[in-house]
RNA sequence: GGUUCCGUGGCCGAGUGGCUAGGCUGGGCUCUGCAAAAGCUCCUACAGCGGUUCGAAUCCGCUCGGAACCUCCA
């Protein structure tokens, strides 16, 4: 029996806003892709969260048996600065600011995106297609959804006709929004010199001036793809016309995610996603965090506490652990009192885990079937938990009642022979994965050198011979002065340890 | 203006009808040469008002406060 078919996934489905069993269209093999970043400039924190969402979601499904295409697309043309149509495309814009060519501009991005999200530890996706090397595919959907009279040509542009395709779908049922309504709704409705047809239509190709730097060829001329187009042609081609999951940012529900169905069914006749994923925004003071409110910082600045916002540095586990305490679905407000609590549960967390591996099951005592029990139930608990809809929050909490039980073991106020090596077995393995495969939590102490361990092995010795001798002035001042320098002993039953702070 | 969401203890943050979150902080106890760590334990909240119900943080209504989307955004 697979751990899926033990724990059956329910996922928060936001096309319809309620929780869902999860049916895979091929089981075991899922479908999962994931709006990836456009890369005209550098991710912050904010960004990193919906990223992270996703990650554990492919982790989980992983962990659970699933086979799962992950794809992550890199947009690196197409995406518009200002009106979604209008303005100039962000990266060349960036480029001309910068005074580099576009695809340095896309490679200098890139590369620092792939920085942040192995910093973070987000493992890297199945698939990672960038938009320019799509274009052909691209055109190729602009003509079906043409030929299927989804979409007309004007000036060498090529517009979604949404009224027509609402005539027959429901344009707007994931976001909630009606095409009737539409118009009233916008708060700018009169957007002057406007070649669509109606304001709610969105270009899938758009035809370029002659001091364009980034063009195509195409049958309406040289041009680029519409933004949200890329998506519905990659996910279309590496997933299939119709995949499982299809995840993103809440703020990228409309526009975005709307017209990547309007297009897919428009093109091919097909809904394209069985399960809509969105994750929520990162906060400061209750506002979402953003550049052009200068209320986000970069991961480096996390790192070093270089930010007017930031009381100190904070490692990026720390705040891997901070944002999977908060349910991807729940806005997570930042706060430095936040983060320093992140920071001690998460060390918490991470030497529980490192006891958890010194034990070892020496013999078989009176059990305790108590205790045996609660500590079985507790590691179902953390399935049960995952299983609800990615619920990381509450795994995590379970996850810390049996850091309470670790810690007893560790220090003989639980005894170990008490639970039956099966017991013990189940939780090593649980914890283990959970907390490395599934969340992804790193341990950030490692890498002490082994020269580091034999000087301290030193000082420990010589500090033991001090108290031995009941010499408390040289062993305190081993003690206080290693402190100062950041490291911990800690006097323990069978020995001192100690730990970098 | 339209659509949607949220308001939980000192802080963060789970929780959709009856039972418990969890982390951090603060108090107490145990252990310890003293500390630290750890274990145990205490502080027990659901914006306000009304309604439904045997019973509501949880459902409904109103009020107040906040946010997101409608325009690029994860």
New binding site residues.
Partial sequence: MALYDKYPVAIFNSLG?KKEKFEPINAPRVGLYV?G??VYNEAHL??V??FLTFDVVWRYLEHLGYKVRYVRNITDVG??????DEGED?IEKRARLEELEPMEIVQKYTNGFHYVTHLFNLKDPSIEPTATGHIQEQIEMVKRIIDNGYGYEVNGSVYFDVKKFSEKYDYGKL???KVD??L?????NLEGGNEKQFFADFAIWKGASENTLMKWNSPWGQGVPG?HLECSVMSTKYLGEQFDIHG?????????HECEIAQSVGADGTEPVRYWMH?N???VN?????K?LGNSFLPLELVAGDHPLLDQGYSPMTARFFML???YR????F?N??L???E??YK?LM?ALKSLNGLSFENQGKTDYGLDDEINKQCEQVYVEMSDDF?T??A??VL??L??KI??F??N?LNLSSIKESTFDTLKKVFNSMVTDVLGLMDESDGESNKLQEVMNFLINMRDEA?ANKN?EL??KI?DDLSELGI?????KDGSSFSIN
């Fill in positions: 806003k709006c970043p456009t904010g960004n969260r919906s995406h518009l600065v200002s009106d979604a962000k976001s909630g929004r309504e539409l009233e709704q916008t708060r700018d933004w993103g940012g809440m703020d990228l529900k409309f526009p975005h994750g925004m990162l906060t209750g506002t979402k965090m953003s052009s305490q908060a349910n729940s806005t997570l407000d706060s009192e936040a320093k609590a992140a001690k549960g918490r030497n619920n929050p509450k995590i909490a810390f009642e850091v309470n810690n007893a560790e220090n106020q108290r408390w062993s305190d003690r911990t002993l800690n006097d323990g």
